[in-house]
């Protein structure tokens, strides 16, 4: 993987953050069509970096929600922040039990496999179609929802699987307001991918040494730049625009991608 690679690898992974169809995904196909040869273990390095810079990208956007959490937790309050916060919390548990029983077994689909990348597309076209047939309420997301959408989440750790796509879809379909049902998609994976990020880094699993620092950085910022732009530009999509169109996009890649992969 060169400079540009790493360029157009970020730009993919900021624009599709947050839209319903896979960053990590597209992350994957790009990776394969750019030929990147990367082992595993350095690809998921890449992944992580990307995700961590999509990740600052939605506390940027979300700044004065997250800053508003914050002053009410410290309230020590049982008030609207904080049960916010403990339904975000809630909400991470299935993802964070999956990732550190089943670490290995999640690393090995980061490899390139571009046939498993289009099934799991299609999983989320058939998620996102679903979603759009949900009549839309005014429920808030619930405590009980909020694992719910958080096994959804669990779920959508695997390449393919859009989170946002998967997580909204869930929340819609379980009765939730839509506008309520995004903002709670963007802001639970926060915490989840600040915390896998410095697990890995603390714990060695995951490591600069031996790596291309420069298509890190170029990566990084380009995700960071692009995230920046498609949160508020999907924050205003997903609430006016129907999934439909997402499925189908999601159902065409995800045919291509399989038929490429028995060439």
């Given amino acids: 993987m060169d400079v540009l690679d790493a360029l157009l690898l970020?730009?993919?992974?900021?624009?599709?953050e947050f839209?319903?169809?896979?960053?990590?995904g597209h992350l994957e196909l790009g990776k394969a069509i750019l030929g990147d040869n990367s082992i595993p273990?350095?690809?998921?390095?890449?992944?992580v970096v990307?995700?961590?810079a999509t990740a600052l990208s939605t506390i940027v956007i979300f700044r004065k929600d997250i800053i508003e959490i914050f002053k009410g937790i410290f309230k020590f309050q049982w008030n609207e922040e904080t049960q916010f916060a403990?339904?975000?919390?809630i909400s991470m548990i299935p993802a964070a039990v999956i990732g550190l029983l089943f670490e290995e077994e999640l690393e090995a689909f980061f490899g390139g496999n571009v046939m498993f990348v289009g099934f799991m597309l299609i999983v989320t076209a058939v998620l996102l179609w679903l979603a759009d047939k949900a009549k839309n309420t005014e429920k808030p997301v619930s405590y009980s929802n909020a694992f719910v959408i958080g096994i959804s989440q669990a779920i959508a750790m695997l390449p393919g699987i859009s989170r946002s796509g998967a997580t909204i879809s869930t929340s819609v379909l379980l009765g939730n307001d839509k506008s309520k049902a995004a903002?709670?998609?963007f802001l639970m994976v926060v915490p989840l991918i600040l915390g896998k990020v410095a697990k890995d880094m603390l714990s060695g699993d995951l490591t600069l040494e031996g790596s291309n620092s420069t298509?890190?950085?170029?990566?990084?910022?380009?995700a960071f730049?692009?995230?920046?732009?498609?949160?508020?530009?999907?924050?205003?999509?997903?609430?006016k625009s129907k999934l439909t169109y997402f499925a189908v996009y999601c159902l065409i890649v995800g045919i291509i991608a399989i038929v490429v992969s028995n060439f």
């Fill in 10 to 16: 970020g730009i993919i992974q900021g624009l599709t």
């Fill in 19 to 24: 839209l319903p169809v896979s960053s990590s």
């Fill in 41 to 47: 273990e350095e690809s998921l390095l890449f992944t």
């Fill in 50 to 52: 990307m995700h961590f």
């Fill in 86 to 89: 403990t339904k975000i919390a």
């Fill in 183 to 185: 903002r709670f998609s």
């Fill in 215 to 222: 298509i890190l950085i170029v990566g990084f910022i380009a």
């Fill in 225 to 239: 730049v692009a995230g920046l732009v498609a949160c508020q530009w999907m924050i205003k999509l997903v609430r």
